[in-house]
């Protein structure tokens, strides 16, 4: 303690003839915390956007990576989500029903900009229940509800086409139910239902010539 109070002495005789003189800003206690704050304010929002900029760019690549797929494909997937919304539902399965098919027609027409309608599936054992506009990815597509006398429910799928103009039927892979998908004259078309592949193959057969011949 002594030898503290002897260092404080000798500093005092060594400053004794130095004349009075306001301490320099440099040192200055209030100015140091101020510039510190500073730094800390223009620090905040330069990390913040950062963050934001690493986020936005992680969100980008997932959302890139989430895009939906394009073709067939997205056609199939489209078509199987619509089937596993509407088809199971008992009381309102469809907008309009086959006694309106007419105004269906007219509907669905007026919003794909082409003439579209739900051709009668009664040659292979299926009958119109209704049908809808469902909304896509891709744009509004058409979707058209049928009942087998089992009450087995199919599903025709209608959307236009942007790039491929036209494909062979295929059996497309939607989960644990068959369909198959096919694409003519820019207009896409899906089948869907709880049956066999054979059995799709022949409807969507049937109603590709349907679609195919005038009138």
Same mark, same amino acid.
């Given at each position: 303690?002594?030898?503290?109070?002897?260092?404080?002495?000798?500093?005092?005789?060594?400053?004794?003839?130095?004349?009075?003189?306001?301490?320099?800003?440099?040192?200055?206690? %209030?100015?140091?915390?101020?510039?510190?704050?500073?730094?800390?304010?223009?620090?905040?929002?330069?990390?913040?956007?950062? %963050?934001?900029?690493?986020?936005?760019?992680?969100? $980008?690549?997932?959302?890139?990576?989430?895009?939906?797929?394009? $073709?067939?494909?997205?056609?199939?997937?489209?078509?199987?989500?619509?089937?596993?919304?509407?088809?199971?539902?008992?009381?309102?399965?469809?907008?309009?029903?086959?006694?309106?098919?007419? #105004?269906?027609?007219?509907?669905?027409?007026?919003?794909?900009?082409?003439?579209?309608?739900? @051709? #009668?599936?009664? $040659?292979?054992?299926?009958?119109?229940? $209704?049908?809808?506009?469902? @909304?896509?990815?891709?744009? @509004?597509?058409?979707?058209?509800?049928?009942?087998?006398?089992?009450?087995?429910?199919?599903?025709?799928?209608?959307?236009?086409?942007?790039?491929?103009?036209?494909?062979?039927?295929?059996?497309?892979?939607?989960?644990?139910? #068959?369909?198959?998908?096919?694409? #003519?004259?820019?207009?896409?078309?899906?089948?869907?239902?709880?049956? @066999?592949? %054979?059995?799709?193959?022949?409807?969507?057969?049937?109603?590709?010539?349907?679609?195919?011949?005038?009138?």
């Amino acid at each position: 303690m002594k030898a503290y109070e002897a260092q404080r002495n000798h500093l005092r005789e060594a400053f004794a003839g130095q004349p009075e003189a306001p301490l320099a800003s440099s040192l200055n206690l %209030a100015r140091l915390v101020e510039e510190r704050l500073a730094r800390r304010r223009v620090a905040w929002p330069a990390a913040a956007a950062a %963050a934001l900029a690493l986020l936005a760019g992680g969100a $980008g690549g997932w959302l890139l990576g989430m895009r939906p797929p394009n $073709g067939i494909d997205a056609l199939a997937a489209e078509a199987a989500a619509s089937y596993a919304v509407y088809a199971v539902d008992q009381r309102r399965p469809v907008e309009l029903w086959a006694a309106q098919r007419d #105004d269906l027609a007219r509907w669905v027409s007026n919003r794909l900009n082409r003439p579209v309608a739900p @051709p #009668d599936l009664a $040659g292979v054992g299926y009958q119109l229940l $209704g049908g809808r506009l469902v @909304p896509t990815a891709h744009g @509004p597509a058409a979707m058209f509800l049928y009942e087998s006398g089992q009450g087995v429910r199919l599903m025709l799928f209608v959307r236009p086409m942007t790039v491929v103009r036209s494909t062979p039927i295929a059996q497309v892979d939607i989960g644990n139910i #068959d369909g198959c998908a096919w694409i #003519d004259r820019g207009v896409g078309y899906s089948v869907v239902a709880a049956e @066999p592949y %054979a059995r799709l193959l022949e409807v969507s057969g049937h109603v590709r010539q349907l679609l195919r011949t005038p009138g």
